[in-house]
């Protein structure tokens, strides 16, 4: 009778006891961060002044589970496991034949899956005896999620907001500052790197994440703390596949197509690396597609290379799809989505053709949203409508042939921080930014070069 039921819930129960790694069954060559200075592969040590040793060995593990620490568990009681629904209505809406499943990670204190790392990053550092965070935020989901995590286990968190979402996100500082956080508008004056850019009065992720690695690198009672992008990010993240696995059992449906957006990578990874390791054992044949805004279009059209992941050139050389470390996104409403590049781990599955990424513009994206919002009810955040917008070409596409795909997809997050982007979707005057080919040529020119 799963068939009219419309939430599939578990228990505390069932709360994920290990994190699925993807890292040892990863197709491809693998291609180790590289110094910033030697351009030389990055040995353990290099990442000690910034992480504490087990996140640094969560980073490098090539054991295919790992652990869930007792007191990360107990954090996630407060709001996992996350429901998985039936999009019934959704489906009636769009007069397809294909079943639709949403995994809903806009239940937590943060309103996005975020929390699911930051505890986990949070537990490791107090642990070790480290006393604050520093981190960066853009739209202000990973700051929010940083600042709770803090809240928890007794840190101090220091923050640098994009300077275009502090101005106009202010209700998202509220909610940093309410859970102790203290928040700076970046580019600041509290950086070398901040005091530089001045020439980008708006800010970016990658001037954002360049202070907050100053600040740690400086410090040695502070460490720096990344919401996406890295490995131990996607590890932490997979809480959400396992359990979208045995709410699918209940609903009695494998999928066949799991659909995500990809910002950094890290809501993408957590729903379907557990997916994902079947497929890449030879043990189901489910495609994969990765939802990212054209305006900021690192996996259809950047490039694959060594690139960093800030702009100042502080941090490692990731091998990565990207537009150029200082490429600044045109101002758009999907904030969790303008990072100029992706976890590595993400892009060697684009790169073996295991994941097909696929580009979408801000206007049809909230129509989509809002198309899902009057029929499901959930506002989502302007993320994971890109995901929404995917699923609506994948159910249309159903409807011509006739097929009956089990889709899920992930809905990473609320869109209630969202709503001028929203209202002005609504009165016809949201901006449609698009990358052109002059973007593209000019993000190629500035990539740094490494020797093969
Ligand atoms: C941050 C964020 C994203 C993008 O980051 P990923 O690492 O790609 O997941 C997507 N959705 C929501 C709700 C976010 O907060």
């Given at each position: 009778m799963a068939n009219d039921q419309t939430k599939f819930l578990l228990s505390e129960r069932d709360i994920p006891t290990h994190w699925v790694n993807l890292l040892p069954d990863l197709p491809g060559d693998p291609m180790p961060p590289l110094h910033p200075?030697?351009?030389?592969p990055l040995g353990p040590d290099d990442l000690a002044p910034l992480f504490p040793a087990r996140l640094i060995e969560q980073e490098v593990t090539t054991d295919p589970e790992v652990e869930i620490p007792g007191p990360v568990r107990e954090a996630y009681?407060?709001?996992?496991?996350t429901p998985l629904y039936r999009a019934h209505r959704f489906e009636h809406a769009l007069g397809t034949p294909a079943r639709i499943y949403y995994k809903y990670e806009g239940t937590s204190p943060a309103g996005s899956h975020k929390p699911n790392t930051a505890v986990a990053q949070a537990y490791e550092n107090a642990e070790a005896g480290i006393r604050k965070l520093s981190t960066e935020t853009g739209a202000g989901q990973w700051g929010s999620a940083l600042a709770f995590a803090c809240s928890l286990f007794g840190l101090e968190c220091e923050v640098f907001m994009v300077g275009s979402s502090y101005d106009q996100k202010p209700y998202r500082r509220s909610i940093m500052r309410t859970w102790g956080a203290t928040v700076h508008r970046s580019p600041s004056d509290r950086t070398e790197a901040g005091r530089g850019q001045a020439t980008h009065p708006t800010g970016s992720l990658g001037i954002a994440i360049s202070e907050a690695v100053e600040v740690a690198a400086n410090n040695a009672d502070t460490n720096y703390s990344l919401g996406s992008v890295l490995n131990h990010v996607m590890l932490h993240q997979t809480v959400i596949g396992i359990e979208s696995i045995a709410q699918l059992e209940l609903a009695g449906d494998e999928p066949d197509i799991v659909i995500g957006c990809v910002g950094g990578g890290s809501n993408f990874a957590g729903l379907t690396f557990p997916f994902l390791r079947r497929v890449l054992r030879g043990e189901a044949r489910t495609r994969f597609i990765a939802a990212e805004p054209a305006a900021c279009p690192t996996l259809t059209r950047g490039a694959f290379r060594y690139d960093f992941g800030d702009t100042a050139g502080l941090t490692p050389l990731l091998p990565m799809h990207t537009l150029g470390h200082d490429f600044v996104p045109p101002?758009?409403?999907?904030?969790?989505?303008?990072?100029h590049g992706d976890a590595p781990m993400v892009c060697a599955l684009v790169k073996a053709g295991v994941v097909e990424p696929r580009a979408y513009r801000q206007n049809e994206t909230f129509a989509a949203a809002v198309q899902f919002a009057r029929a499901e009810g959930i506002l989502p955040g302007p993320e994971p409508a890109h995901a929404i917008r995917a699923v609506v070409q994948e159910a249309e596409r159903a409807k011509q042939t006739g097929e009956r795909p089990v889709i899920l997809f992930g809905l990473s997050g609320h869109g209630h921080f969202d709503l001028a982007a929203y209202d002005a979707y609504l009165d016809g005057e949201l901006a449609d930014p698009e990358f052109s080919e002059a973007d593209m040529d000019a993000a190629l020119a500035r990539l740094p070069e490494v020797p093969a």
């Open positions: 200075g030697t351009l030389q009681k407060l709001w996992r496991p101002p758009m409403h999907a904030g969790g989505l303008r990072y």
